[in-house]
């Protein structure tokens, strides 16, 4: 079974430019989530989606991000315009109750500001 | 709200030295999970364990072990016999029900294992 697909895997942007990254869960998987990493620090949740709804988004800079999930499967996670401090690596990680919630991780997407 | 802290930022041992990680947890679901994952210098998360809060066993797995205690709110995380292949940052992390099961982090310890 394929894991958790993000792309691109690094993107490199001038501040202000807009940014997508992209994920395509694990089949079955219902609940998506995005979470942000920045150097030295764990991962910090984003944004979790329960289907196509995004249930909690109380952590999403609401001013320059978003993210959609149509159709409940794959996701698109925006930026823009970009700030030098959102030079990152965005995790995507999908879940299941037929899995007791274990969450899968991608690879992530490295994100350099310039 | 729920708090994860990893007091120990960076752990040097020497190899085949045992190493424990420490893990404290803050939490009001009376239903919660806890997780340890390895990131190694490629980046990827790497699941090691996940503990449910109704199962206070101790657990091994090789050269790893770990020790659950509610009592003093703890999920410690020891690694025998040290390996150069073990250097890599070490997360713990806490998820319940009233996040919908979303990662709380801890900051992470990084551990270097030296020949």
């Known amino acids: 079974e394929a894991g958790v697909v993000q792309s691109p895997r690094y993107k490199i942007i001038e501040k202000k430019q807009p940014v997508a990254f992209w994920c395509n869960p694990i089949?079955?998987?219902?609940?998506l989530y995005w979470y942000r990493q920045n150097l030295g620090q764990g991962p910090e949740l984003l944004i979790r989606?329960?289907?196509?709804?995004?249930?909690?988004d109380s952590q999403l800079p609401k001013d320059r991000f978003s993210a959609e999930r149509l159709k409940g499967v794959d996701s698109t996670l925006k930026i823009q315009p970009a700030e030098l401090g959102d030079s990152a690596v965005y995790l995507c990680?999908?879940?299941?109750?037929?899995?007791?919630?274990?969450?899968?991780f991608g690879p992530g997407t490295r994100l350099t500001v310039t | 709200a729920q708090k994860v802290t990893q007091a120990q930022t960076e752990i040097s041992v020497v190899e085949k030295e045992d190493v424990t990680l420490d893990c404290v947890y803050e939490?009001?679901?009376?239903?919660?999970?806890l997780f340890w994952y390895k990131q190694p210098p490629s980046g990827e998360l790497v699941f090691l364990i996940r503990?449910?809060?109704?199962?206070?066993q101790n657990e091994i797995s090789g050269r790893y072990s770990w020790n659950f205690q509610k009592s003093t709110s703890s999920f410690n995380f020891t690694i025998t016999a040290s390996q150069v292949v073990d250097s890599a940052v070490y997360f713990c992390?806490?998820?319940?029900?009233?996040?919908?099961?979303?990662?709380?982090f801890g900051k992470g310890t990084s551990l270097l294992v030296t020949p």
């Open positions: 990680a999908s879940s299941s109750p037929r899995d007791a919630y274990e969450q899968y």
């Open positions: 089949s079955g998987h219902n609940t």
């Open positions: 989606y329960e289907n196509e709804e995004a249930v909690d």
């Open positions: 939490t009001r679901d009376t239903t919660y999970y």
């Open positions: 503990r449910n809060s109704f199962d206070e």
């Open positions: 992390a806490l998820s319940g029900t009233n996040s919908g099961y979303a990662l709380n």
